[in-house]
Antibody
Framework: EVHLEQSRAEVRKSGESLKIFCQVS????????IAWVRQRPGKGLEWLGI????????RYSPAIQGQVIISADKTTNTAFLEWGGLKASDTGIYFCARQRSLIVSIGTGWYDFWGQGTHVTVSS | EIVLTQSPGTLSLSPGERATLSCRASRSVARTYVAWYQQKPGQAPRLLIY???TRATGIPDRFTGSEFGTDFTLTISGLEPDDFAVYYC??????????FGQGTKLEIK
């Protein structure tokens, strides 16, 4: 059974660093892109970026490029989302999701399994 | 980058009725690279439809996806109480980033 388990809720202050994780099970971690999707309070879904655990290739949304680092560790089947200096506007729920596609190398597709989400609260 | 606009923002219907949710792309797309998701409060999104009209595993045939040009539609027939939620469309093109619409809230009338 496919499962994506995310880290618990985090509370930080502006300027602090944070790294959250998404540990997967039930499928071959290195064969699918993993995406990170943000949902700010009361708002919609925002695609942040993806990582391909097979070779650690990453792609970012232009809106988030340079603000976060997405990575993966194939020895532990875990994907990560990391901030070097949080801002209040980073407050939200962060979901990881497994990407499916007809052509894996492209890096776009639909998302069939999702983690439960990690609530991140950043106070100013 | 494709922008998706969903309408209406809120749709108020009664159980048993049919819901029609729209998602319009900002420009024409070569293929129907559209997915639909359902999200309930406090939960992660759930995949309903991909490739425009293919139902995901376990999704009942009351959920139908279709497209005409740049307009994509999710139709839910015979609304059940469990269907009232927020629905998002998503476009996945020839290269990242993937994009989501802003969502349609389906509420009980």
């Amino acid at each position: 059974e496919v499962h994506l388990e995310q880290s618990r809720a985090e509370v930080r202050k502006s300027g602090e660093s944070l790294k959250i994780f998404c540990q997967v099970s039930g499928y071959t971690f290195t064969s699918h892109w993993i995406a990170w999707v943000r949902q700010r309070p009361g708002k919609g879904l925002e695609w942040l970026g993806i990582v391909y655990p097979g070779d650690s290739d990453t792609r970012y949304s232009p809106a988030i490029q340079g603000q976060v680092i997405i990575s993966a560790d194939k020895t532990t089947n875990t994907a990560f989302l990391e901030w070097g200096g949080l801002k209040a506007s980073d407050t939200g729920i962060y979901f990881c999701a497994r990407q499916r596609s007809l052509i894996v190398s492209i890096g776009t597709g639909w998302y069939d399994f999702w983690g439960q989400g990690t609530h991140v609260t950043v106070s100013s | 980058e494709i922008v998706l606009t969903q309408s209406p923002g809120t749709l108020s219907l009664s159980p048993g009725e049919r819901a029609t949710l729209s998602c319009r792309a900002s420009r024409s797309v070569a293929r129907t690279y559209v997915a639909w998701y359902q999200q309930k409060p406090g939960q992660a999104p759930r995949l309903l439809i991909y490739d425009g009209s293919t139902r995901a595993t376990g999704i009942p045939d009351r959920f139908t996806g279709s497209e005409f040009g740049t307009d994509f539609t999710l139709t839910i027939s015979g609304l059940e109480p469990d269907d009232f939620a927020v629905y998002y469309c998503q476009y996945y093109g020839a290269s990242p980033p993937d994009t989501f619409g802003q969502g349609t809230k389906l509420e009980i009338k």
